[in-house]
């Protein structure tokens, strides 16, 4: 059987998919924030990003769904903010930029899945927030596009470049 062929992946999955407080996975933890940008540099201000990572004690499994619904017309109210799921989805902003308000994950990374307008797939990436096997295993200069820079305690930041010098690195699940 031949594959289908691939049609642009946006903008109009930001219309739907974002939930209220999406990007707050857990509180009293880390706050990982940065932009989306393409090839010039310039910020894509219509990406969505989703996030999934393990806990503190390295655990992937997460709970089950934490949204929280109105009763009366079932509008999505947002998390409940007690069950850690482990998932996130984040739309950009207008200047591209993105936040995830979560706690350090036990294996070292976030796994970063981004859908934006012109892309035929969407792109499968890492934030990486201490050394690891498979960053000793690229170039430095690759390797340092999945590291997240702290800024301040607590604080990191992750730029995602879609292409151009500064191309972060993007994995191949096919």
Same mark, same amino acid.
């Given at each position: 059987?031949?594959?289908?062929?691939?049609?642009?992946?946006?903008? &109009?999955?930001?219309?739907?998919?974002?939930?209220?407080?999406?990007?707050?996975?857990?509180? @009293?933890?880390?706050?990982?924030?940065?932009?989306?940008?393409?090839?010039?540099?310039?910020?894509?201000?219509?990406?969505?990003?989703? $996030?999934?990572?393990?806990?503190?004690?390295?655990?992937?499994?997460?709970?089950?769904?934490?949204?929280?619904?109105?009763?009366?017309?079932?509008?999505?109210? @947002?998390? +409940?903010?007690?069950?850690?799921?482990?998932?996130?989805?984040?739309?950009?902003?207008?200047?591209? +930029?993105?936040?995830?308000?979560?706690?350090?994950?036990?294996?070292?990374?976030?796994?970063?899945?981004? $859908?934006?307008?012109?892309?035929?797939? +969407?792109?499968?990436?890492?934030?990486? &927030?201490?050394? *690891?096997? $498979?960053?000793?295993?690229?170039?430095?200069?690759?390797?340092?596009?999945?590291?997240?820079?702290?800024?301040?305690?607590?604080?990191?930041? $992750?730029?995602?470049?879609?292409?151009?010098?500064?191309?972060?690195?993007?994995? *191949?699940?096919?």
């Amino acid at each position: 059987m031949n594959p289908t062929p691939s049609q642009t992946v946006g903008p &109009f999955y930001g219309y739907a998919l974002p939930f209220p407080g999406g990007g707050d996975l857990a509180t @009293g933890g880390i706050t990982v924030h940065g932009r989306v940008l393409d090839g010039a540099g310039d910020p894509i201000p219509d990406a969505l990003l989703e $996030f999934w990572q393990a806990d503190p004690a390295g655990d992937l499994a997460g709970a089950p769904g934490s949204l929280r619904r109105d009763p009366v017309n079932g509008a999505v109210l @947002g998390r +409940h903010g007690v069950d850690f799921t482990g998932f996130g989805r984040v739309p950009t902003d207008a200047d591209g +930029h993105w936040t995830l308000r979560t706690v350090e994950p036990g294996n070292g990374y976030i796994s970063v899945c981004v $859908f934006a307008r012109g892309l035929l797939h +969407h792109l499968f990436t890492r934030i990486y &927030f201490r050394p *690891d096997a $498979f960053l000793d295993s690229l170039p430095p200069e690759r390797a340092r596009t999945l590291v997240a820079v702290e800024e301040r305690e607590g604080v990191h930041r $992750f730029d995602i470049h879609l292409q151009g010098e500064k191309e972060t690195v993007f994995l *191949d699940f096919g």
